[in-house]
């Protein structure tokens, strides 16, 4: 069985801790505060540990769509726009081909990832063909396109990534209710849309919300309703996120990279840039830094019922030293030259560290 040694200081929610830890297989078998003796076989790594980064919303398949990007989202992303003419008429091979550019891109570093898959049943089989094992696990979140039976869908994903709050969403809602899976929907990006049909629904988790009013998001932080914010992607089409606007309400936030035709799928650059736009509103430093982390890492997740489906997976969000058994969903990044990290080790992963600096990344499997 190949079995992996990681050495160094896991970012807890304490804070560092000196820590070895042994993965035999996908899982861990051994943690230890002193020195645990590596098989002949066994790879070790050394470095900051951390439980890997979550991608809380993607669309992974428009990839190789990109060009000089059009300024407004409605001419790229929305239905008719550039994005999706790409989708309809791509062929298969090179939608797949896409689909895994932008798995390259996310995997180091991150242990799972929301994709809000387009097309239907025909963007579920791309996907399925694009998987490998060395990929994060994808929690593919379906639509319903013409022709495609919504139970049917249901069983071969993780749940729906409605894109609008329109249509008959109380059957769709109902369906995955009872199948237990994830009910997730975007919902005011660039207009205000209605927050107590948004909230009647119920959904897992909630995109965007960036033109809701202050009312809305203390409703959604009263019912503990997560919302994916996807800083970079807004920033291309000339939106801002007000994210300590968000934070000060009590929101439950969570970062997403997007669409892959807007920005690069890379959850480092994702944390770095949600880390200015505290930074400019007056939130600074280490703490800044922390707020940053626990969106990027799943650790706000804690409480809520995606957090909950997540766990069951097998996926831990607790911001604690792993226990004997788990799956490893933990990564290694490259200590910093300054031991001075020590004193803001948020800091150092929010604003220093990039994919290059990811030594290992554990893949506790995928899900097709
Ligand atoms: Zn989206």
Same mark, same amino acid.
């Given at each position: 069985?190949?079995?992996?040694?990681?050495?160094?200081?896991?970012?807890?929610?304490?804070?560092?801790?000196?820590?070895?830890?042994?993965?035999?297989?996908?899982?861990?078998?051994?943690?230890?505060?002193?020195?645990?003796?590596? #098989?002949?076989?066994?790879?070790?790594?050394?470095?900051?540990?951390?439980?890997?980064?979550?991608?809380?919303?993607?669309?992974?398949?428009?990839?190789?769509?990109? #060009?000089?990007?059009?300024?407004?989202?409605?001419?790229?992303?929305?239905?008719?726009?550039?994005?999706? $003419?790409?989708?309809?008429?791509?062929?298969?091979?090179? /939608?797949?081909?896409?689909?895994?550019?932008?798995?390259?891109?996310?995997?180091?570093?991150?242990?799972?990832?929301?994709?809000?898959?387009?097309? #239907?049943?025909?963007?579920?089989?791309?996907?399925?063909?694009?998987?490998?094992?060395?990929?994060? +696990?994808?929690?593919?979140?379906?639509?319903?396109?013409?022709?495609?039976?919504?139970?049917?869908?249901?069983?071969?994903?993780?749940?729906?990534?409605?894109?609008?709050?329109?249509?008959?969403?109380?059957?769709?809602?109902?369906?995955?209710?009872?199948a237990g899976k994830i009910f997730s929907?975007?919902?005011?990006?660039?207009?205000?849309?209605? @927050?107590? @049909?948004?909230?009647? /629904?119920?959904?897992?988790?909630?995109?965007? +919300?960036?033109?809701?009013?202050?009312?809305?998001?203390?409703?959604?932080?009263?019912?503990?309703?997560?919302?994916?914010?996807?800083?970079? %992607?807004?920033?291309?089409?000339?939106?801002?996120?007000?994210?300590? $606007? +968000?934070?000060?309400? #009590?929101?439950?936030?969570?970062?997403?990279?997007?669409?892959?035709?807007?920005?690069?799928?890379?959850?480092?650059?994702?944390?770095?840039?949600?880390?200015?736009?505290?930074?400019?509103?007056?939130?600074?430093? $280490?703490?800044?830094?922390?707020?940053?982390?626990?969106?990027?890492s799943g650790w706000n997740l804690k409480?809520?019922?995606?957090?909950?489906?997540?766990?069951?997976?097998?996926?831990?969000?607790?911001?604690?030293?792993?226990?004997?058994?788990?799956? @490893?969903? /933990?990564?290694?990044?490259?200590?910093?030259?300054?031991?001075?990290?020590?004193?803001?080790?948020?800091?150092?992963?929010?604003?220093?560290?990039?994919? %290059?600096?990811?030594?290992?990344?554990?893949?506790?499997?995928?899900?097709?």
């Amino acid at each position: 069985m190949n079995s992996d040694l990681l050495s160094g200081h896991m970012i807890t929610g304490d804070g560092p801790v000196r820590i070895n830890i042994l993965v035999e297989g996908g899982r861990i078998s051994q943690v230890s505060g002193d020195e645990i003796e590596p #098989g002949p076989e066994t790879a070790r790594y050394e470095g900051i540990i951390l439980q890997s980064l979550a991608d809380m919303h993607t669309h992974m398949g428009d990839n190789l769509a990109r #060009g000089d990007l059009p300024p407004n989202l409605s001419d790229v992303v929305l239905p008719g726009g550039m994005k999706h $003419e790409f989708l309809e008429r791509t062929p298969r091979s090179q /939608l797949t081909r896409s689909m895994r550019s932008s798995l390259d891109e996310l995997g180091p570093g991150v242990s799972f990832t929301l994709d809000y898959r387009e097309s #239907g049943s025909k963007g579920l089989e791309v996907l399925n063909e694009a998987l490998s094992f060395s990929d994060p +696990m994808v929690f593919p979140l379906t639509r319903v396109v013409p022709g495609d039976d919504p139970k049917d869908l249901l069983e071969r994903s993780a749940g729906f990534g409605i894109p609008s709050l329109s249509g008959d969403l109380d059957h769709l809602r109902e369906i995955t209710g009872k199948a237990g899976k994830i009910f997730s929907i975007h919902a005011s990006e660039t207009y205000r849309e209605d @927050a107590e @049909a948004l909230i009647s /629904l119920q959904p897992d988790q909630v995109v965007h +919300m960036i033109s809701g009013t202050i009312s809305d998001w203390r409703m959604l932080a009263e019912l503990k309703i997560p919302v994916a914010v996807c800083p970079r %992607s807004n920033a291309a089409y000339g939106m801002r996120v007000p994210l300590k $606007e +968000m934070v000060a309400e #009590g929101l439950i936030l969570n970062l997403g990279t997007d669409n892959a035709i807007s920005s690069r799928q890379d959850m480092f650059r994702e944390m770095e840039h949600a880390w200015y736009l505290l930074r400019t509103s007056g939130i600074t430093g $280490e703490n800044a830094a922390r707020k940053i982390f626990e969106m990027a890492s799943g650790w706000n997740l804690k409480e809520t019922s995606l957090g909950r489906m997540i766990t069951e997976y097998g996926i831990d969000i607790s911001g604690e030293p792993p226990g004997i058994g788990q799956l @490893a969903n /933990l990564s290694v990044i490259r200590y910093p030259a300054s031991e001075k990290w020590l004193d803001a080790p948020f800091s150092h992963i929010v604003r220093f560290a990039s994919r %290059s600096d990811v030594l290992y990344t554990g893949r506790p499997r995928y899900m097709a």
